[in-house]
C-alpha cells in the first residue's frame, strides 16, 4: 500500500474493510447495564441498491449514563421495517450489559422521529414522552407568530398536572385553531405519548423533554451527508457516519446539564432498578 501517493481501488477497499472491522467491533460492543433515559432519532439517506435509489431510515440511539454522560448505542440502517430494526437494536442494548438483568435499560425514551419508532417502542413497554410535538407545530406557524404560539405551547407541557395541561390545550385550541387547526389536532392524537411528562417533577422534565443531545449529533451527521447525495452502499453509509462520530464523542466530556437533580429523582423513584 502506498501512502502519500495516489490510493489504488484495492487500497480503499482495505481501508474500507478496515473501517468497517471498527463499525462491526463498535456496534457489538458491551454496553452499560443501565441508562436511565434513551433518546431515539433517525436520519433519512438515499442509498443505491440494486441499481435503484432508496430512501432508507439510519435509527440512532443515545443512552444517558449514570453518570449523566452521552453514550451513542448503536445505528441501524433499514428500508421499511423500521419497527422491526429497532427493536432488534434496542434489545442488543439490553442485552449486551449485565445478562441478569430482565428488563430495557431505560425507562424513559424521547421519541423524534416516525410513527414505527412508536410503534416499535410501544411493543418494548416503554414509556414515551412525545418530546417532538412542539418543534413539529411550529412547522405549521407563520413566522411572525412562532413566538407567540410558542409560548402558548410552553404552557401546556410545562403545566404541574395533567388536568392543568389539557385545560391549557382547551385554551391553546380556543385560540390557533381558525388558523392551525393540525397544531391541537396533533397534540390530541398523541396525547397518551404526552401525559407520561406529568408524572415527574419540573426539575426532571426539563432533563428529559430536551432533546439537544440527540438533535445536536443529528445536526452534525446531516452536515456530513450533504456531501454525499447518494451512498453507494449501505456500508458505505456505516462508514462515514462511524467516523463522524468518532469526532463527536470526543467532545463529550461533561455530563447533562442538571443531572445530578435527575439521578437522585430517578434512584427514589425506580429503587428497584438500582439493585441489580
Given at each position: ?211 439537544n443531545a440527540i438533535e445536536s449529533v443529528n445536526s ?6 450533504q456531501n454525499h447525495r447518494i451512498f453507494p452502499s ?43
Amino acid at each position: 500500500m502506498v501512502w502519500g501517493g495516489s490510493i489504488t481501488d484495492a487500497d480503499a477497499r482495505v481501508l474500507t474493510e478496515a473501517v468497517m472491522d471498527e463499525v462491526r467491533q463498535w456496534q457489538n460492543r458491551p454496553l452499560e447495564s443501565l441508562y436511565p433515559i434513551m433518546y431515539v432519532d433517525c436520519l433519512v439517506i438515499k442509498i443505491r441498491e440494486n441499481q435503484r435509489i432508496l430512501n432508507k431510515a439510519v435509527y440512532l440511539v443515545l443512552g444517558i449514563t449514570l453518570e449523566g454522560q452521552k453514550e451513542l448505542l448503536g445505528m441501524w440502517i433499514s428500508e421499511n421495517e423500521g419497527a422491526r430494526i429497532l427493536a432488534f437494536g434496542l434489545h442488543r442494548a439490553a442485552q449486551s450489559g449485565d445478562a441478569q438483568i430482565a428488563f430495557l435499560p431505560a425507562w424513559m425514551a424521547s421519541l423524534d422521529c416516525q410513527r414505527p419508532l412508536v410503534r416499535s417502542l410501544d411493543i418494548l413497554k416503554f414509556n414515551c414522552v412525545w418530546s417532538s410535538l412542539l418543534r413539529n407545530s411550529l412547522k405549521y406557524v407563520n413566522y411572525k407568530q412562532r413566538a407567540e404560539v410558542a409560548k402558548d405551547l410552553k404552557a401546556i407541557y410545562s403545566a404541574a398536572t395533567e388536568a392543568e395541561a389539557e385545560f391549557q390545550l382547551e385554551l391553546f385550541a380556543e385560540k390557533w385553531d381558525k388558523q392551525y387547526p393540525a397544531i391541537s389536532k396533533s397534540w390530541r392524537a398523541h396525547w397518551t405519548r404526552v401525559i407520561p411528562l406529568f408524572a415527574f417533577p419540573e426539575e426532571i422534565r426539563r432533563v428529559i423533554y430536551t432533546t439537544n443531545a440527540i438533535e445536536s449529533v443529528n445536526s452534525t451527521l446531516r452536515k456530513v451527508t450533504q456531501n454525499h447525495r447518494i451512498f453507494p452502499s449501505d456500508e458505505a453509509v456505516y462508514k462515514v457516519l462511524y467516523l463522524a462520530i468518532q469526532n463527536i464523542t470526543k467532545k463529550w466530556t461533561m455530563p447533562i446539564h442538571n443531572w445530578k437533580a435527575a439521578l437522585n429523582w430517578f434512584v427514589v423513584e425506580f429503587a428497584e432498578r438500582f439493585q441489580h
